[in-house]
């Protein structure tokens, strides 16, 4: 049987973080995700501004395709999260999810909501300083409003959820529709 796959992307502050890490215990699977990754990097590598934050993201990207496509090529199961948007990582998506059973979960939310959530997060200061989320903030609005964080365009099923209020459809829904593992 073809491994599984998880996709779940959304915008900053959708909770895309938050339900990857709640589908990956509730499935029982691995979650690989980009900011883990550049943490990790951070913590060797000398990040002193918002370019070379930028720049370690990129990395960061490729090291997650590489390690994702890895792991399904071996049969392993996983949840992927990150920021993933249409047109930039459509390529790279649906490479990995040609050897897998796909499905890609969009997390969506009021831009105004969305926001809010982004920045407590980065004034409660538990995020690591290299993200630079103060200057990501600042242009984060027009970003969301000229629809940069897009679904992914690639052919498996969608679920987009409203994380305004909880998740609709629920927890629950979600771990239905993606079936038995």
Known sequence: MLPRLVIVTGAPGTGKTTLATQLSRELGLPMLTKDAIKEAMMG???????????????ASFRVLFRVSQSLLDAGASIVLE????HPQADAELHALGRGARTMLIHCVAPAELALARYRERY????????HFDGAVFAGLAARIHAGEFEAPRID?????????DGYNPTLHQIVSTLGPA
């Open 82 to 85: 990150g920021p993933f948007s």
């Open 156 to 164: 498996v099923p969608t679920l987009i959820v409203d994380t305004r």
């Open 44 to 58: 060797t590598l000398p990040v002193t501004d918002r370019q070379a934050s930028k720049q370690l993201g990129a």
């Open 123 to 130: 004034e409660s200061g538990q995020r690591h300083p290299g």
